[in-house]
């Protein structure tokens, strides 16, 4: 039935922004960009920005994967994210940090040596 995760959806106050920030941050341009919708293509997954929905950092929490925490984390506050969780290790190798990015979204990421196998390109 479930297939495994496909899209992550962001919700941004201001759409044109966001849209260049996430392309910042991805190094790289939507590969679906419609007023109503833009999208990324992630390491085979997505991670959709929609213009009509509340930002928040409640709810669900996906974590996306880097290859180094350290050097993530503080990417993303140089490129205007605000700090949520600082990079915390969780046991057996694993980190976890979280920001706010400028539009008022929580961007969970995650560094997972038991993982970093599984690269899709």
Known sequence: MILGLRTVISCP?????????????????????????????VGGFELGLLPSAQPGTVGPQPLWGVANIEYA?????????????????????????????PFGNRLGIIENPHLNSIVVR
């Open 73 to 101: 984390y503080d990417r993303l506050l140089e490129l205007g994210a605000s700090m949520l969780e600082t990079v915390a290790a969780v046991g057996e190798g694993i980190k976890v940090a979280a920001v706010k990015d």
């Open 13 to 41: 106050v201001t759409f044109a922004a966001a849209k260049d920030w996430y392309s910042k941050v991805l190094g790289q341009e939507p590969y679906f960009d419609e007023p109503f919708y833009v999208g990324f293509s």
